[in-house]
């Protein structure tokens, strides 16, 4: 592995220890400053005394001759932009080159969801026997009934799970805490996978976290993500599963359900509503498709 630019370094360091964030965030954002750093060393440019037009240069290219699409120049603006916000913090420079710059626009897309006939299919889905099943559909009910982040999911702990009053304790995006309600049948799925957990694993000391691969270990993302599509393949939905499908459609459904917009953003443990409104996109196309069938000029 190549050895980071010592800005860089520095810039990850505030990025994990001091801003607390996740550390995929991290390391993208890292990454992205770590190719700026890069380009402006084959230029023989110092990256204290870069100006507005080396990041307009730079982004040029990305655009021009790398052919990158908006959204990842939209990353990586921000990134140069933290970057030397960062540097500002610091006293290493006295003026920010990216302080006039505007990110480019990037088309919200609505996203995706399943469903409610499909989900009923997936979540009538017979457990059987299995302790893979059992856990790929209490993933399921979980996933659903909270909305979390897989990230989330996998990390939840035993003594994360309220069985008795309802709730699951989640740790987020820079650690933040936030409570989420479960309702009785993703209780009752809980339970169920749980005592499949206690007959594989009672005699063993397997890791503390709830969802547990064959081992005893803490599952993989990977392994969630595939149990999650051979579940949904199995259940008969036409589209193809993942964690964050079902985050979607948690906050879908609750929105054409008549819940306002702040419950959800703190179900889902956005930092702003602005998150959480791309969601009202999708409840204005359901209206648009209802109106064009029901009205007698649609």
């Known amino acids: 592995m190549a050895k980071r630019h010592p800005l860089a370094a520095s810039f990850f360091r505030h990025l994990s220890a001091e801003r607390g964030l996740a550390g995929n965030t991290c390391k993208s954002y890292t990454g992205d400053v770590s190719a700026w750093l890069a380009w402006l060393e084959g230029r023989k ?8 037009d080396a990041v307009e240069a730079y982004l040029w290219r990305l655009k021009s001759q790398l052919g990158l699409k908006a ?3 939209f990353r990586k603006t921000e990134a140069i932009r933290s970057f030397y916000r960062f540097l500002l913090l610091e006293g290493r420079i006295k ?8 990110s480019p626009r990037i ?12 989900m009923a299919l997936l979540l009538d ?20 009934a909270c909305g ?30 936030r409570i989420v309600p479960v309702h009785a049948r993703a209780l009752d799925a809980l339970r169920s996978y749980m005592e499949f957990r206690q007959l594989k694993f009672g005699g063993m000391s397997p890791a503390g976290e709830l969802f547990l691969n064959k081992s005893g270990g803490k599952l993989s993302r990977v392994q ?12 008969g939905v036409e589209a193809p599963l993942h964690p964050h499908l079902l985050r979607h459609t948690f906050a879908s459904h609750l929105l054409q359900s008549g819940a306002d917009l702040r419950s959800i953003q703190e179900m889902l443990g956005h930092a702003s509503l602005n998150t ?3 969601y009202t996109h999708i409840e204005r196309s359901g209206l648009k498709k209802a109106h064009k069938r029901f009205h007698p000029e649609g």
């Open 45 to 52: 440019a110092d990256p204290l005394a870069a100006g507005a």
């Open 71 to 73: 959204s990842s120049i």
């Open 95 to 102: 003026k920010d080159p990216t302080a006039n710059f505007r």
């Open 107 to 118: 088309e919200r897309r609505i996203p995706p969801s399943v469903s409610r006939e499909d």
């Open 125 to 144: 889905y017979p457990p059987g026997e299995d302790f893979a099943l059992n856990r790929a559909l209490a993933a399921a009910e979980l996933l659903y």
């Open 148 to 177: 979390l982040r897989v990230s989330e999911l996998l990390s939840l702990r035993l003594e994360s799970v309220n069985l008795d009053q309802g709730w699951v304790r989640v740790f987020g995006k820079g650690g933040k805490e």
């Open 224 to 235: 969630m993500w595939k149990d999650l599509l051979a579940l949904g393949r199995k259940a």
């Open 276 to 278: 959480t409104q791309i």
